[in-house]
């Protein structure tokens, strides 16, 4: 079957850095999305990697390794705002996303 | 802002009611779909709507039945739901692109209790 695993919880402080884990087994790959989900907003997109290595946005990086299966979240100067579920889904060869169950990233002062 | 909307926000219905939830999407995409989240499980994909046809639907009791009247407006329609049935339903419109850059948006979704 299909999996997606990453950590369900997770806690940093307010100007740290943190990296969120995702790891995956499925049908085929078309690449790897993150999304950010504050508590009763929408998720929204935050970043797309196709191809192995690092691809940085502000904060943000986000690195893939297609043979290892596992991407990682990247999460720098952190900001209270930051707080919120981190959701890794991998698109598979029907080009359906594959969801995991989210991290929830609490940032304490 | 994502440019999907969801009405209502929150519900609460009993069993023997018939309720429908609503999103629009003002992003011109041609895909949506319906999603269920539930507390600390993953998205489920519920349906999918590719130029206003169904292209998925996953295995979804027929106590659920979509509509989709045009690439803009996605229905679904709720009736003798189950206690289980409670969760946020989350809306989402894509470009369909058959490519790596078909990125989904989301709307706020409609949190559902069903008593």
């Known amino acids: 079957g299909q999996n997606i695993d990453q950590p369900t919880e997770m806690t940093a402080t307010e100007g740290a850095i943190v990296q969120i884990n995702c790891t995956y087994q499925?049908?085929?790959?078309?690449?790897l999305f993150w999304y950010q989900q504050h508590a009763g907003e929408a998720p929204t997109f935050l970043s797309y990697?196709?191809l192995d290595g690092l691809e940085e946005k502000g904060r943000f990086s986000s690195f893939l390794s297609r043979s290892k299966g596992y991407s990682y979240l990247l999460l720098k100067e952190l900001q209270m705002k930051d707080s919120a579920s981190y959701l890794c889904?991998?698109?598979?060869?029907?080009?359906?996303?594959?969801w995991g169950a989210g991290t929830k990233l609490i940032i304490k002062p | 802002e994502t440019g999907v909307t969801q009405t209502p926000r929150h519900l609460v219905m009993g069993m023997t009611n018939k309720k429908s939830l609503k999103c629009e999407q003002h992003?011109?995409?041609?895909?949506m779909y319906w999603y269920k989240q539930s507390a600390k499980k993953p998205l489920e994909l519920m349906f999918v709507?590719?130029?206003?046809?169904?292209?998925e639907n996953n295995s979804v009791p027929s106590r659920f039945s979509p509509e989709c009247p045009n690439s803009s407006h996605l229905f679904l329609h709720l009736h003798t739901l189950q206690p289980e049935d409670s969760a946020l339903y989350l809306c989402?419109?894509?470009?369909?692109?058959?490519?790596?850059?078909?990125?989904?948006?989301f709307g706020p979704g409609t949190r559902l209790t069903v008593l």
């Open positions: 989402a419109s894509s470009r369909l692109e058959r490519d790596h850059t078909d990125t989904q948006y």
């Open positions: 992003l011109g995409h041609n895909a």
């Open positions: 709507y590719n130029f206003k046809e169904q292209t």
């Open positions: 499925t049908s085929g790959f078309n690449g």
């Open positions: 990697n196709v």
């Open positions: 889904a991998v698109m598979d060869s029907n080009y359906q996303l594959i």
